[in-house]
Structures are given as structure tokens and as C-alpha cells.
């Protein structure tokens, strides 16, 4: 510790928690609080470019959420941080954000980040989806085998999954296999809730947090 | 499908654990964050918090106990009693609950549940519904089990899945602390009723019953007094269920 003064501030340190405005906080809080990390919620582009771990949490609709982030500018710096792979864990709604659109909100726009489109689960099937699923290993260093928790009405199709070049994906099945999350590099997207899917979940994220990645620019 | 779920149930009553039979005569059943922590260990899929305080000052103390609950447990939890305004969703859910059920005052304004889901999402929504046999039928009761409605349970539940509960959280009145089993039928009425997932609740003592309600349509059991009393564990109840041929997350 320095003698000369107070300590530096470092909010780089943080884990940047994107404001998507209607989005639940508190358990992505909790989750990296246990894990020795603190949280602080950015809706400032700058802050989202510069924070060396950033999450897009979501619950909510499709369609708000897009608007919001893009009111903000934040959809740009979301873009860069990807393409710069730049650590981002993106969370349920999160995941679906990153693709082209949703039948959840038809007119809006997603990020397009990844090819596809998000769609409600088949009719006769329980929606929400609300619960504990088995999940697949991805192959990649980050997602390994195990339960995850979900609370979903709309996901990836196993089916919409072909255009998806580069990341390794993990499924999990409600009415056949869907989108359960993806990675490639420090980027993951988890259609469940890691900060909810007990220690498994809190395993993912530590190692997501050790993931290694490329200096802010 | 997602597993079956196995949800153990703190009542809270001015921060403390209690229990009662048919909503009275509570005693207590020991601090919270010990007892939520020790479920999620013995692999509870949910936990859930009913604030039973009988005064407003008791009740400030919800959310006090939801973030101390929210800092230790890695599941999800959902939190209820006494809410009534989305600014009451909105403080539990800013404490750290996932999800928030109401009970009476979305009978009173059936309309409340629609602005919940509008702006936390409908998976936050929970309908909390106690319902009373009436003839060959069943009707929501509301004020603890005090007060009679003329709602059919079974036709509330199908208007409420629709104006924006993402679950319903399924008491039956009669059963509750009477550990003689679930009220199957009632429970097999709403889950057909309604495609949002069913919590069954009220009468469990053993395993059999577990997995009776759940062979009825729900998709997960709610459970308190077994567990508050030691008299068995979650896993034990889980490798139970399992054994029973259902999905059970182990």
C-alpha cells in the first residue's frame, strides 16, 4: 500500500453490470461478491469500453432492452468490446440480444452479433421454461457439464444454430435441444442464469473471470 | 423439460423462521440465512420467503432478511406477503429476490399482475394462490385463509397466467400443516389449466406425497414444516423422487 495518499480508485476493477433498465441486479451481485468481486452498473459507453469485465444481464422483453441500449450508445461499445474480444458474459436475455432478432419484439432489431433468430418454445410445452435442465459440455475451456438453472419463454433452436461459425455452443433440451450458452474466447452468452445455478454456476464464472483476454486498447 | 423442482419454504415472521397449521399458531423454526443455507446444501432447487408479519414494522424487516438470504444463497429465491404495488416488487427484488409473489391484493386488482410483468418480466411474477374446497370445486381465499372469495380457483388461475403470472405457487387451504398429503386433484385442475408451471402446495409429510403431486401436473413441490421439523432432508426426499422414477436434479 501506498504512504502518500488515500488508495487509487481503480473502477477498471469492477465487474461492469450493463444497465438494460428493467434488469434484476441483485443475484449477478451477489454471485460475483461471493467470487471477491465488486459490482458497479455503467450506462456510459466510455465506462462500458474501459471496464475490463463487463456483463449484459436481462430479464425483460426483447424489444425495450435493444431500445434502451441503443438510447445510450451502448449497443456501439458492446459491438467493439465484442469484436475486440474483450471479456463480456452475456445472461439470458443478454444471450438474446447479441442475435439478429425475436419473435418476442418482430420489429426490433437485435445487435446481430451472431447470426439467427431468437423464438418462443413450441406450443403444449410449459412457458415459461422455469427450472433445472442438464447442460452439454461446449468443448471450449469455459462450459463444462452440468445443471444449469432457467427462466426463459424464448431461446436459440438447436435448429437456428448452423450459421454459428467459431464458438463452441452447449444445449440443453425443453420440447428438443436449444441454445443453453456459447463461448468463444472471454465472450459467453448463457441463455440460464449462472449467478442462480448454484456452485456449478459460480465455477463457470470464476473461470469465465480468469478467462484470458486481450488488453483494453 | 427442466427437472422437478423441490422447494423448501421459510415462513418469516419479524426476521425470525415460523411455522404454523392452517396459517396460525406459529412457533418459531430458527434464523433464516442458517436455514436457507443448510436447504441449498442439502440441494433445494428454489427457496422461497413468505413474510407472515402481522404489524407494518414487522414487515419492514422482509427486506432486510431477503438480502441476507440473497448474500449466501446461490438459487433462486422468490419472496412474498404483504405485496401490494410494484414498488413493493421492486424494493424485494432490489434486496435479492428473483422472483415476487402476491396474493391478495392481485385478487383485488387483477390488473397489478399485468404492470408486474411489464416491468420486471413475467418470470418474476408469482401468483400466490390459496384455494379452499367448495363442493366439487375449489375458490381462492384470501386474508390467511380468513376470508372466502367467490373466485373460482381453477378460472383465477387460468385469468392470472394470462394477465402475467409466469407461475403459480398453488396452496390448498385445506392440507396445509395437516401432513396428509397434497390436494391432487385440485393440483392436476390448475396445472391442465394453465401453461405456466405449478408449485404445489400445503399437506406434504413424506416423499409418496412429493411425488403424488407431481404425477398430478405440478412441476415442482413447495415444502416447510418436514424439513423445519429434521424430521428428513432434501436430499433424502430427492433420492426419494428419483427412485420414483422422476427427473430430479442430484
Known amino acids: 500500500m501506498s504512504e502518500s495518499g488515500p488508495p487509487i480508485a481503480d473502477p477498471a476493477g469492477d465487474v461492469a453490470l450493463v444497465a438494460t433498465g428493467a434488469a434484476n441486479l441483485a443475484s449477478v451481485t451477489a454471485a460475483f461478491a461471493r467470487l471477491g468481486r465488486t459490482c458497479r452498473v455503467v450506462d456510459d459507453p466510455a465506462d462500458l469500453l474501459a471496464a475490463e469485465h463487463a456483463v449484459l444481464p436481462g430479464v425483460g422483453a426483447f424489444g425495450p432492452a435493444i431500445d434502451g441500449l441503443r438510447q445510450r450508445g451502448l449497443d456501439q461499445a458492446l459491438r467493439q468490446r465484442v469484436e475486440a474480444g474483450r471479456p463480456l458474459l452475456a445472461v439470458c436475455l443478454g444471450l438474446q440480444l447479441l442475435f439478429e432478432g425475436s419473435e418476442e419484439s418482430p420489429d426490433a432489431q437485435g445487435l446481430g452479433l451472431l447470426p439467427g433468430r431468437v423464438r418462443r418454445f413450441a406450443p403444449g410445452l410449459r412457458v415459461p421454461q422455469m427450472g433445472w435442465s442438464p447442460v452439454t459440455t461446449s468443448g471450449g475451456p469455459l462450459l463444462h457439464e452440468g445443471w444449469a438453472y432457467y427462466a426463459n419463454s424464448y431461446r436459440v433452436a438447436d435448429a437456428d444454430l448452423a450459421g454459428l461459425q467459431g464458438v463452441a455452443c452447449s444445449t440443453s433440451e425443453h420440447g428438443g435441444p436449444f441454445l443453453a450458452a456459447l463461448e468463444r474466447g472471454p465472450l459467453l452468452a448463457c441463455q440460464f442464469h449462472p449467478e442462480l445455478s448454484g456452485s456449478w454456476g459460480s465455477d463457470l464464472l470464476r473461470r469465465w473471470l480468469e478467462a484470458p483476454c486481450p488488453p483494453a486498447a | ?250
Request: hydrophobic share 45%; charged share 25%.
Open chain 2, 1 to 250: 423439460m427442466p427437472a422437478r423442482r423441490v422447494i423448501p419454504c421459510l415462513d418469516v415472521r419479524d426476521g425470525r423462521v415460523v411455522k404454523g397449521v392452517q396459517f396460525s399458531g406459529l412457533r418459531d423454526a430458527g434464523d433464516p440465512v442458517e436455514r436457507a443455507a443448510a436447504y441449498a446444501a442439502q440441494g433445494a432447487d428454489e427457496l422461497v420467503i413468505l413474510d407472515v408479519s402481522a404489524t407494518p414494522e414487522g414487515r419492514g424487516h422482509a427486506a432486510e432478511t431477503v438480502a441476507a438470504v440473497r448474500a449466501v444463497l446461490d438459487i433462486p429465491l422468490t419472496t412474498g406477503g404483504g405485496v401490494r404495488t410494484e414498488d413493493d416488487a421492486a424494493r424485494l427484488l432490489e434486496a435479492g429476490a428473483d422472483k415476487v409473489a402476491v396474493n391478495t391484493a392481485a385478487l383485488r386488482d387483477p390488473s397489478l399482475l399485468g404492470r408486474l410483468a411489464a416491468r420486471f418480466g413475467r418470470q418474476c411474477v408469482v401468483l400466490s394462490l390459496d384455494a379452499a374446497r367448495v363442493g366439487d370445486g375449489w375458490q381462492a381465499v384470501v386474508h390467511s385463509g380468513t376470508e372466502r372469495t367467490a373466485r373460482d380457483a381453477v378460472a383465477w388461475a387460468r385469468e392470472a397466467a394470462d394477465r402475467g403470472a409466469g407461475e403459480i405457487l398453488l396452496t390448498s387451504w385445506d392440507r396445509d400443516g395437516t401432513r396428509s398429503g397434497y390436494d391432487c386433484p385440485l393440483m392436476a385442475a390448475v396445472s391442465a389449466a394453465v401453461e405456466v408451471p405449478v408449485i404445489a402446495s400445503g399437506g406434504a409429510d413424506r416423499a409418496e406425497h412429493l411425488a403424488e403431486a407431481l404425477r398430478a401436473g405440478a412441476d415442482a413441490v413447495l415444502i416447510a414444516s418436514i424439513l423445519h421439523d429434521g424430521d428428513t432432508t432434501v436430499r433424502q426426499l430427492k433420492e426419494a423422487l428419483a427412485a420414483a422414477g422422476l427427473e430430479v436434479r442430484r
